[in-house]
């Protein structure tokens, strides 16, 4: 007993030692010859700072940047007065290779009306470039470069994008090179092929100049998650609006490039309806016009209808609704269960294309 009673004792003197020598130290560095406050803070936190590399985002530009390419796009403009040359005007933007067989995805406005479109690349090679087929809707165009061993843009089939997301925008605005800005996802819209609206695009705050248009919006990862579309435009020339640019989500814009290139063009089914209402109690869509010559028209579809299931899928919103037939193909005939008046009725609803 005594014995244990010794080493508690010797223990506890010591730790009282040490305890005190330690204060002293932080008190009075000198004690110690060659030891000071700056030379004790960085012994204290030289391990801790070792391990903390600085955020940098250059893997991810590295993986993703050499499939952003530069576009130029030239159109031939004929002056009608006599000895007057044609006049060439050249646009300039970005795009994105998707594919090792040379398909690029880029955004309709750069290449309107072109006659000639030249794709540089990051190592400095030059292409022409065929125009596949666009996309009004969704401002997206598919162009094809015949070139061999083509760099590939990262990315995710089943890519999801949420609010607070780093996003990096990669392409080369105003003509000034590959140029990278960053910034974070407000809103992400959705995928579907029903008509397009900024509701429907990535919102985030990375700059989209003149020239950023089809670039890639990447994440921290470097793998696609948007094509950069446009900065948000409003028509109060008063108000100043900064930090709002949008992107077309990555899903929705490899649907269309699919489309166009299986089909030229992008495939949409249409219905003829007007809806902006959702019935949370009977869980379906309320019809709030029903267009003339259309196939609601024909089927038999009223306004004040509320049509809760399409071929036995429920509904869950209006802009699922609108989905499902967006992405029904043409001549399918689809099965609407609704409620009308107080009564359950289904309709047989022929689709047809929706035309530009």
């Known amino acids: 007993m005594k014995l244990f009673s010794s080493i508690k004792y010797i223990i506890t003197a010591i730790s009282y030692g040490v305890l005190v020598a330690v204060i002293l130290l932080l008190l009075i560095p000198g004690l110690v010859p ?179 248009s089809g670039g890639a919006l990447i994440n921290s990862n470097g793998i696609l998650v948007g094509i950069n579309s446009r900065k948000f435009t409003q028509s109060n020339p008063q108000l100043t609006i900064q930090g709002i640019f949008f992107a077309v989500p990555y899903q929705l814009a490899y649907k269309v490039m699919r489309q166009v290139i299986e089909n030229g063009k992008v495939v949409r089914g249409w219905l003829g309806i007007s809806t902006n209402r959702y019935h949370k109690e009977l869980k379906g869509f309320v019809i709030d016009e029903v267009m003339e010559n259309s196939p609601a028209k024909a089927a038999g579809l009223q306004v004040g209808d509320v049509v809760y299931q399409i071929d036995n899928a429920p509904i869950t919103s209006v802009t699922d609704a609108l989905d499902i037939i967006a992405e029904t193909q043409p001549n399918t005939e689809l099965t609407f269960k609704i409620y009308r008046q107080g009564n359950t009725v289904k309709a047989k609803v022929k689709i047809i294309e929706l035309t530009n």
Request: aromatic fraction near 6%; charge should be negative; hydrophobic fraction near 40%.
């Open 34 to 212: 060659g030891l000071n406050d700056a030379s004790l803070a960085t012994s204290l936190f030289k391990g801790s700072q070792a391990q903390q590399a600085p955020l940098s985002f250059a893997k991810a530009v590295s993986i993703a940047s050499p499939a952003v390419v530069n576009i130029y796009s030239q159109q031939i403009e004929v002056n009608p007065q006599y000895g007057r040359k044609p006049r060439k005007s050249t646009r300039l933007g970005s795009g994105v290779i998707m594919d090792t067989h040379g398909y690029i995805l880029t955004n309709l406005h750069v290449i309107r009306q072109a006659d000639l479109i030249q794709v540089l690349l990051q190592d400095g090679q030059i292409y022409p470039a065929e125009l596949i087929g666009f996309d009004h809707y969704t401002d997206l165009a598919v162009l094809k470069v015949n070139a061999n061993n083509l760099p590939v843009i990262p990315q995710k089939e089943q890519q999801t994008s949420l609010v607070g997301d780093i996003v990096l925008a990669i392409g080369n605005p105003l003509n000034l090179g590959q140029t990278v800005t960053q910034g974070i996802i407000s809103a992400t819209g959705r995928n579907g092929l029903s008509n397009t609206s900024y509701l429907e695009f990535l919102q985030m705050d990375a700059a989209i100049n003149e020239g950023n």
